[in-house]
């Protein structure tokens, strides 16, 4: 591996002597700025010349696969990228296209190693990781472990863009829990644009669930959205199979909207499930307080104290 590095160097600093690589005048020059351009036809031809011109530069051969991957030509691509993988093994980029086309033929073992060059040799590299999820999902349905780990971490990178989050529910089957869980740290963490995103995923995963739409309400509310906010609220309060858990959340936004009477329905269903739970007997008082109902605000505040609420 040393010597394959070391010859890639020499190569470059052969190019650069000879004024091939730097000069604004060179094809492989002009067909980056193409590709920057998005004319990927001229910029074919351009490294297809780079190519004639100097054989052995492997980012040349990258490059020219990359504008017929553009182009849709597949075949000639692959050709092209492999040829730079055997010049230059340790260009993760190159990896990460031969796994695209792999997985494009649906060849999904040889994608699947591909993907996991890629990642050996840039472990943060989101594309590869965002791949090899992709073929593990479609590869093995009932194998989730280690696609699990593989979204989360693309979930957690800095690098990580809303683009490519807004793939995962659609090619990934993981649960709306999973989406909910992975968001509340990352809330806890001050990370609100990426919760918000995850939360809306779990939203999309399982439209019946109450807590997604109950912490995008919150959310919403948090930033002064106060008729989205509400809008959630309402959306959720009106889904089936709630819980204690959904209820206690509808009740402290309804609080947070000084909407004091529904907070206290939406408590006393809490204590349905629980009717030892002591701290929601406390949120109710306060709501009685609220509404001036002192004499219902001492029984409950008392009913929390007999319960077991530490007053401080």
Request: net charge negative; no cysteine; proline share 3%.
């Amino acid at each position: 591996m040393a010597e394959d590095k070391l010859k890639l160097l020499r190569q470059m600093r052969e190019i650069v002597r000879a004024r091939q690589k730097t000069a604004s005048d060179h094809p492989h020059q002009a067909g980056i700025e193409l590709v920057g351009q998005e004319k990927f036809t001229e910029a074919a031809e351009k490294f297809r010349e780079a190519v004639r011109l100097n054989p052995d530069f492997s980012f040349s051969h990258h490059y020219l696969g990359t504008a017929l991957y553009e182009l849709g030509k597949i075949d000639e691509s692959q050709t092209a990228f492999l040829r730079a993988a055997e010049l230059n093994p340790h260009y993760a980029a190159t990896h990460l296209y031969l796994g695209k086309i792999e997985a494009e033929k649906e060849n999904l073992a040889d994608a699947e190693n591909y993907y996991r060059k890629t990642l050996e040799l840039r472990p943060d590299f989101i594309e590869g990781m965002f791949g090899l999820a992709a073929v593990l999902t479609e590869s093995r349905q009932n194998e989730k472990d280690e696609i699990i780990e593989l979204l989360e971490k693309i979930i957690r990178t800095d690098l990580t863009n809303d683009a490519i989050l807004s793939q995962l529910i659609n090619s990934h089957p993981v649960e709306a829990e999973f989406y909910i869980s992975l968001a509340d740290d990352l809330l806890k963490s001050g990370q609100t644009n990426k919760a918000f995103l995850l939360y809306r995923l779990a939203m999309l995963a399982n439209p019946e669930l109450p807590s997604a739409k109950l912490k995008l309400a919150g959310i919403m509310h948090n930033l002064g959205e106060r008729q989205a906010s509400a809008e959630y609220l309402e959306n959720a309060s009106a889904l089936p199979n709630q819980t204690a858990e959904s209820f206690r959340l509808i009740g402290d936004l309804f609080v947070k909207q000084e909407s004091y009477t529904q907070a206290i329905a939406a408590y006393r269903q809490v204590l349905k499930f629980d009717s030892a739970d002591a701290e929601i007997y406390k949120k109710i008082g306060d709501a009685l307080v609220r509404q001036n109902q002192l004499e219902d605000a001492h029984d409950a505040y008392g009913k929390a104290v007999e319960l077991g609420y530490k007053v401080y």
